[in-house]
C-alpha cells in the first residue's frame, strides 16, 4: 500500500498535525510519502523526512499562502504520478477545503475530520465521530481511487523520529500558479499566539464576561498559561472577538489536554466543539449551568474575582 500525507504549513512553519498524519500513515504500513507545498522549504522537509517519510517539496513564492486551487492542480499531478491508496490530510479549515477539491478532482471518496484510522483486511477504514462524539461511524472507500481521509488535530500520536525518508525537490509549473483567485495579503488575527487547535491549553471565554472589553482579561489568563484563547458563539456574534476563536458547532473542534470554560452556559452546540478535551474546568456564578454536567472541576463563583486571582497564580508559577 502506498500512502500520501498532505504537510500543513501556515508561512513556512509545519503545524502538529503534519506529523500526526505521518502517524497514522505509519500505523496502516506500506510506503509513506508526503507532499509539501510552501514559500521556502527550509528545515520543514527534514523535519518530515526525520518520520520516515519520502518528502516530495514543491517550493515557490506563490505557494507561500494556502490556495486551494493552485495547491489542488499541483497534488493532482503527483497524484496521478504516484498513485497512492490513501491520501491523508488535516482537518483544518485549510485542509477539508484542500482535500475535498482533491477528492473531487481524482474521483475519490473521502472521509473527514476523522480520529482514527485502521486496517479492516485489507480495507482502510476511517473512524469519524457524530452527533458531538456520541456516535461514532467507520467509512471505507467504494471508488477505485484514492481514498482522501482528513485527520482531526491532536486526535492522533505523531510519527516517531524514525529517520529512513528523504527529500525530492520538484519543479513547480507555473501554469498551475495562474489561479482565479490570489492571496494578495495575510494579516494575522488577534487569536494570540497559540492556534486554537493545535494548542494543550485553551481558555475559553462566554457571555458571562459581559462585554469587549473584558475579553483582554481572559486573554491575559490564557497568555499567562501559555494557552490559546477560545471563544462561544455568543461573544462572536455580539463582536467581542473574531469569528476564529470560536469553538463549537458552527466554529472550531478542540482537543486540548486541559479546557477552562469561564461564562460559558455550556450549549449543546458549543460542548460539541470541546468535549473531547481531557479535563475540562468551569467557572460560573451559575451552579446548574449545563457546563457542570461535562467538567472535571467546577469553580461556582464570580469570574471577576476568579479570573484575577487565577492569572496571578499562574504567573507566579510560570515564572
Ligand atoms: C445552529 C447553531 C449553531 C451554534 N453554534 C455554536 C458554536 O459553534 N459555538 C457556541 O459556543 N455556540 C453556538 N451556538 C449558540 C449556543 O446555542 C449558545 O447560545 C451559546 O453557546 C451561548 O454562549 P455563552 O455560553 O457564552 O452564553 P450564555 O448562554 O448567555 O451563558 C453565559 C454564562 O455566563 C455565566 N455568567 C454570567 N456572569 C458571570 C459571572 N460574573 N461570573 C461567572 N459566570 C457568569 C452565566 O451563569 C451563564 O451560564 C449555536 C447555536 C445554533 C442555533
Known amino acids: 500500500m502506498k500512502i500520501l500525507t498532505i504537510a500543513d504549513q501556515k508561512v513556512n512553519v509545519l503545524s502538529n498535525v503534519s506529523f500526526e498524519a505521518i502517524g ?3 500505523s496502516l504500513g506500506g510506503e ?5 507545498l510552501c514559500g521556502e522549504a527550509g528545515e520543514m522537509a527534514n523535519q518530515l523526512s526525520a518520520k520516515g517519510s519520502k518528502v516530495f517539496v514543491f517550493a515557490h513564492a506563490e505557494l507561500t499562502n494556502f490556495n486551494d486551487e493552485a495547491y489542488a492542480s499541483i497534488i493532482k499531478t503527483l497524484i496521478d504520478r504516484e498513485k497512492p491508496d490513501v491520501v491523508i490530510g488535516s482537518a483544518t479549515f485549510y485542509g477539508k477545503a484542500l482535500m475535498a477539491r482533491l477528492a473531487a478532482l481524482c474521483g475519490g471518496g473521502l472521509a473527514s475530520d476523522c480520529t482514527g484510522l485502521s486496517l479492516e483486511g485489507d480495507a482502510v477504514t476511517a473512524l469519524r465521530p457524530a452527533y458531538g462524539g456520541n ?5 471505507q472507500n467504494n471508488a477505485s481511487t484514492s481514498f482522501f481521509v482528513t485527520v482531526r488535530p491532536k486526535a492522533l500520536p505523531e510519527a516517531g523520529d524514525d529517520g529512513g525518508g ?3 525537490t520538484e519543479t513547480v509549473d507555473e501554469a498551475m500558479l495562474n489561479t482565479k483567485a490570489k492571496v494578495k495579503e495575510r ?3 488577534s487569536g494570540g499566539k497559540v492556534s486554537l487547535t493545535e494548542a494543550d491549553i485553551v481558555v475559553a471565554a462566554g457571555r458571562g464576561i459581559r462585554g469587549a472589553e473584558n475579553v483582554g482579561m481572559i486573554e491575559e489568563m490564557a497568555d499567562s498559561m501559555g494557552a490559546a484563547f477560545g471563544a462561544s458563539r455568543a461573544i462572536v456574534d455580539a463582536g467581542w472577538t473574531e469569528y476564529s476563536n470560536q469553538v463549537g458547532q458552527t466554529g472550531k473542534t478542540v482537543n486540548p489536554k486541559l479546557y477552562i470554560a469561564i461564562g460559558i452556559s455550556g450549549a449543546v452546540q458549543h460542548i460539541v466543539g470541546m468535549r473531547a478535551s481531557k479535563t475540562i474546568v468551569a467557572v460560573n456564578r451559575d451552579k446548574d449551568a449545563p457546563i457542570f454536567s461535562i467538567a472535571n472541576y467546577g469553580i461556582v463563583g464570580d469570574l471577576f474575582e476568579i479570573v484575577p486571582a487565577l492569572t496571578k497564580k499562574f504567573k507566579e508559577v510560570m515564572q
Open 166 to 168: 528523504e527529500v525530492i
Open 32 to 36: 509513506v510519502c508526503t507532499a509539501l
Open 135 to 139: 456516535v461514532f461511524y467507520t467509512i
Open 187 to 189: 494579516v494575522a488575527g
Open 24 to 26: 497514522a500513515a505509519k
